[in-house]
């Protein structure tokens, strides 16, 4: 009956050490796959192509700006309609 603990008890600490390595090598494939796959897929990284860093704005000052492009449209519009006109005449 001793023997049979004994022996028991071998086979434990053997499964857990084999356990502790799987555990292990799977930590390691994770930190692996990691690697590859957050610096393409994390959205929450800076692109590093940026150009210029994100400027906040009083409204007022964005307002007025989208007021100026909005007159620039108008423009625009006006124009592309004068030589619209102008080809069908």
């Not at 028991?8 to 994770?30: M, P, Y």
């Not at 906040?56 to 620039?72: I, N, T, W, Y």
């Amino acid at each position: 009956i001793g023997d049979g603990k004994t022996g028991f008890q071998a086979s434990i600490r053997t499964l857990k050490a084999q356990q502790a390595d799987h555990e292990s090598a799977a930590r390691a494939a994770k930190s692996e796959g990691d690697a590859l796959y957050l610096p393409v897929f994390n959205l929450d990284m800076k692109n590093p192509h940026t150009k210029t860093e994100l400027v906040h704005e009083e409204p007022s000052v964005l307002m007025a700006r989208m007021r100026e492009h909005e007159k620039e449209v108008v423009r625009l519009l006006d124009e592309i309609e004068a030589l619209v006109g102008g080809a069908t005449a």
